[in-house]
């Protein structure tokens, strides 16, 4: 089974975490980003501040960039 990275980056804290996996495809590869994703916005328990960013990238076996997704907030005042 093909190896995927995952990179969680929080720019603002200067934060970076890695793990990597054996997966079945790429599309097995963008179901675990999404489920990460969910349980790491759940874990914020409303930490999760104006101006605060994070993504998460998936990289495939050649450390290429497969899908990344990105959450950020802003304020309106």
């Not at 980003?33 to 050649?62: I, Q, Y």
């Amino acid at each position: 089974m093909p190896l995927y990275s995952f990179n969680i980056i929080e720019p603002n804290r200067i934060r970076m975490a890695a793990i990597s996996l054996e997966l079945e495809s790429d599309e097995a590869a963008w179901e675990e980003a999404t489920m990460t994703c969910s349980e790491l916005m759940k874990g914020f328990n409303g930490g999760f501040r104006p101006g605060d960013e994070w993504r998460l990238e998936v990289l495939d076996a050649s450390e290429q960039p497969l899908y990344s997704v990105r959450i950020s907030s802003a304020g309106q005042r």
